[in-house]
């Protein structure tokens, strides 16, 4: 339970008569709502409110829980001395700032008035006629109705303050922060959700909030649950805290599993070894054959070789059938390209081409299951010209930015921005299965040899010799299929 669910589930205890005790001697609610009656009774003969159209009784099967005998089920506008939204069409305002405010939704945040750097600065004149509108007075709700719903607040004053129409002003004859808890309350935000209209914008409007059903105590009931309540919110905000650390705890204990499992798979210890399927060895040279054969054929370039493996680089022993190799004996390691200027219709194109266009953001977006199947840009013919091209089912890896390291296999072919970098597997005998879950493990160590101060990035000599734990291709296989079984289970921790 999260605490905004906690809080929810103590607010609707609270509208239910079940967060106080009833006390015979506070009197019923039904004497409160009469007293209420010859309030606004009075209020009209003296011409400070208007008489409004009786709205219609309140049938039984429209109540949506029950309460206490004590209580009664009212429409907010019965009880209201005021209930009006702002200004329709509101003024342009001034340039300069002044004393004389008009605020919008935008401003007003549970619990409190919010951003008043955002408002439409008014001249004095022009605040007193829009000021006739809502006439706001301390103790009056604010409620936001148009866009962002059902956040509100209790006004303490301190402000020349008239509102656009996306904010209604409420006034009533309860105890005003009752009824600001209950617009919290779940029973009344689902209500706002659920009957909200408009297509643009949502709102929840005067007429609606004017027959919506609100659950009356008695006054003095309506005090000791509101004292309860803000006795009860500090505790909240402390469950919210412990609730985040224990969340941020549970997510590291099961990335830590999941550390754990590949540091296992990648030592060898996750499957056993068997003679019979060779050796990671005599895999390296089987590739280094294959390879020798595409250089020959002129598909593959001759690169320089790699320095030999000294005993203080290995950071762990490994079975005897495996070997320690670098990316780059095995693979291709290329930088991707960008052509300049981006945006231009000579290289970018507006519409799909053939010419799949591959960022960083793409990994980030579209890579499900570690395969990348989709992009948003594309390039044209003499774009592509400009750019690195890398074909299905080869590693790509993020090497500058934020998300460095974060990698991914292609289930389409592209071009790739100069932010990447790809690890091309010419001779297709290791898995890219395999090449994915070396770089999931690897990912941390990477991070750690970033280069560069202002642009900090991995640089193709740094893949180029990372070390590579290589075991015999079926042992892969054996790998592969065992972390398929159990990470199902590790991600539900």
Same mark, same amino acid.
């Given at each position: 339970?999260?605490?905004?669910?906690?809080?929810?589930?103590?607010?609707?205890?609270?509208?239910?008569?079940?967060?106080?005790?009833?006390?015979?001697?506070?009197? +019923?609610?039904? *004497? /409160?709502?009469?007293?209420?009656?010859?309030? $606004? @009774?009075?209020?009209? %003969? #003296?011409?400070?409110?208007? =008489?409004?159209?009786?709205?219609?009784?309140?049938?039984?099967?429209?109540?949506?829980?029950?309460?206490?005998?004590?209580?009664?089920?009212?429409?907010?506008?019965?009880?209201?001395?005021?209930?009006?939204?702002?200004?329709?069409?509101?003024?342009?305002?001034?340039?300069?700032?002044?004393?004389?405010?008009?605020?919008?939704?935008?401003?007003?945040?549970?619990? +409190?008035?919010? *951003? /008043?750097?955002?408002?439409?600065?008014?001249? $004095? @004149?022009?605040?007193? %006629? #829009?000021?006739?509108?809502? =006439?706001?007075?301390?103790?009056?709700?604010?409620?936001?109705?148009?866009?962002?719903?059902?956040?509100?607040?209790?006004?303490?004053?301190?402000?020349?303050?008239?509102?656009?129409?996306?904010?209604?002003?409420?006034?009533?004859?309860?105890?005003?922060?009752?009824?600001?808890?209950?617009?919290?309350?779940?029973?009344?935000?689902?209500?706002?959700?659920?009957?909200?209209?408009?297509?643009?914008?949502?709102?929840?409007?005067?007429?609606?909030?004017?027959?919506?059903?609100?659950?009356?105590?008695?006054?003095?009931?309506?005090?000791?649950?509101?004292?309860?309540?803000?006795?009860?919110?500090?505790?909240?905000?402390?469950?919210?805290?412990?609730?985040?650390?224990?969340?941020?705890?549970?997510?590291?204990?099961?990335?830590?599993?999941?550390?754990?499992?590949?540091?296992?798979?990648?030592?060898?210890?996750?499957?056993?070894?068997?003679?019979?399927?060779?050796?990671?060895?005599?895999?390296?040279?089987?590739?280094?054959?294959?390879?020798?054969?595409?250089?020959?054929?002129?598909?593959?370039?001759?690169?320089?070789?790699?320095?030999?493996?000294?005993?203080?680089?290995?950071?762990?022993?490994?079975?005897?059938?495996?070997?320690?190799?670098?990316?780059?004996?095995?693979?291709?390691?290329?930088?991707?390209?960008?052509?300049?200027?981006?945006?231009?219709?000579?290289?970018?194109?507006?519409?799909?081409?053939?010419?799949?266009?591959?960022?960083?953001?793409?990994?980030?977006?579209?890579?499900?299951?570690?395969?990348?199947?989709?992009?948003?840009?594309?390039?044209?013919?003499?774009?592509?010209?400009?750019?690195?091209?890398?074909?299905?089912?080869?590693?790509?890896?993020?090497?500058?930015?934020?998300?460095?390291?974060?990698?991914?296999?292609?289930?389409?072919?592209?071009?790739?921005?100069?932010?990447?970098?790809?690890?091309?597997?010419?001779?297709?005998?290791?898995?890219?299965?395999?090449?994915?879950?070396?770089?999931?493990?690897?990912?941390?160590?990477?991070?750690?040899?970033?280069?560069?101060?202002?642009?900090?990035?991995?640089?193709?000599?740094?893949?180029?010799?990372?070390?590579?734990?290589?075991?015999?291709?079926?042992?892969?296989?054996?790998?592969?299929?065992?972390?398929?079984?159990?990470?199902?289970?590790?991600?539900?921790?």
């Amino acid at each position: 339970m999260t605490a905004q669910d906690l809080k929810n589930s103590i607010l609707q205890l609270a509208m239910q008569g079940k967060l106080v005790e009833q006390r015979a001697e506070e009197g +019923t609610a039904r *004497e /409160l709502i009469e007293q209420i009656g010859i309030e $606004k @009774e009075r209020l009209i %003969k #003296e011409g400070k409110i208007r =008489k409004e159209k009786p709205l219609p009784k309140i049938t039984e099967e429209e109540t949506p829980f029950e309460i206490p005998e004590s209580w009664e089920w009212v429409r907010l506008g019965d009880i209201c001395t005021k209930l009006i939204d702002g200004n329709h069409n509101p003024p342009k305002g001034v340039s300069v700032s002044t004393e004389y405010i008009m605020a919008s939704s935008t401003n007003i945040n549970n619990d +409190t008035i919010v *951003e /008043l750097d955002k408002v439409r600065y008014l001249t $004095k @004149e022009v605040f007193e %006629k #829009e000021n006739e509108r809502t =006439k706001v007075t301390e103790g009056d709700i604010f409620l936001t109705s148009v866009g962002t719903l059902g956040r509100s607040c209790v006004y303490e004053g301190g402000y020349n303050i008239c509102f656009q129409r996306s904010v209604s002003v409420i006034c009533t004859l309860l105890f005003n922060y009752y009824l600001k808890y209950l617009f919290d309350s779940a029973y009344f935000q689902h209500k706002v959700k659920r009957e909200a209209t408009g297509t643009a914008q949502k709102g929840f409007y005067l007429n609606q909030l004017a027959v919506s059903l609100i659950p009356v105590p008695p006054l003095a009931e309506q005090k000791r649950i509101v004292a309860k309540v803000e006795e009860l919110l500090p505790c909240i905000k402390k469950y919210d805290k412990a609730y985040f650390k224990l969340e941020k705890l549970d997510k590291k204990f099961s990335e830590d599993i999941q550390k754990s499992i590949l540091q296992y798979a990648m030592q060898g210890k996750l499957v056993e070894q068997k003679p019979e399927e060779g050796t990671g060895e005599e895999l390296y040279w089987r590739i280094q054959a294959e390879k020798e054969k595409l250089i020959k054929a002129g598909k593959l370039k001759k690169e320089k070789r790699l320095p030999e493996i000294t005993r203080d680089e290995i950071p762990f022993d490994i079975p005897n059938t495996w070997a320690w190799v670098r990316v780059g004996d095995l693979f291709t390691v290329i930088r991707g390209s960008s052509p300049r200027p981006k945006g231009s219709p000579l290289y970018w194109s507006d519409k799909t081409t053939n010419y799949n266009w591959i960022t960083i953001k793409d990994i980030s977006v579209f890579c499900k299951d570690g395969v990348l199947n989709h992009t948003t840009e594309y390039l044209t013919e003499a774009g592509a010209d400009l750019s690195t091209y890398v074909g299905e089912d080869e590693l790509i890896i993020a090497v500058s930015g934020s998300t460095t390291g974060k990698h991914c296999v292609l289930g389409i072919a592209g071009y790739i921005y100069d932010g990447l970098a790809a690890i091309l597997n010419p001779t297709k005998i290791i898995s890219s299965s395999y090449l994915l879950l070396f770089f999931d493990w690897v990912y941390d160590r990477l991070n750690a040899q970033k280069v560069g101060s202002a642009f900090p990035n991995i640089n193709t000599d740094i893949l180029k010799n990372t070390l590579m734990p290589l075991p015999p291709l079926d042992e892969q296989k054996r790998i592969l299929r065992r972390l398929k079984s159990i990470m199902p289970y590790v991600q539900k921790l």
